[in-house]
């Protein structure tokens, strides 16, 4: 079993900065390409960004500039930097991993387009 938990999310003022972090667990030995994803109320989710095992980013053009994507390997994290927040950027924020393998016993197994429990970013005016 592969579980993705997300935190550094929370409350802050409009040009501020948050960090959101979100780390793979189990037995991984492979995680193809990150993302994360926001759902503000009333809204569909959306891509933010995403990063390759290659390292290669895309951002949406809303956050072009002012969020960073990057990832570390060996410890199975990815990292949202998110400056000069705006209020449009509240909403909850999902880690999102589109392949992962990993070892069950003496087995490797794949899980697709798996997703962490989210976590709540507030921009105030």
């Known amino acids: 079993q592969v579980q993705l938990v997300e935190s550094g999310g929370g409350l802050v003022q409009a040009g501020g900065s948050l960090r959101l972090s979100c780390a793979a667990s189990g037995n991984i030995f492979f995680i193809n390409t990150m993302g994360w994803y926001r759902q503000a109320p009333g809204k569909q989710r959306e891509l933010v960004a995403s990063?390759?095992?290659?390292?290669?980013?895309n951002y949406a053009d809303s956050v072009q500039g002012r969020f960073a994507i990057s990832r570390d390997n060996a410890k199975k994290t990815v990292f949202l930097q998110m400056n000069s927040l705006k209020p449009e950027d509240t909403a909850v924020y999902y880690c999102n991993a589109d392949q992962i393998r990993y070892y069950e016993g003496s087995r490797t197994k794949l899980t697709l387009d798996e997703w962490g429990q989210g976590t709540q970013v507030s921009v105030s005016s």
């Open positions: 990063i390759t095992s290659a390292g290669l980013t």
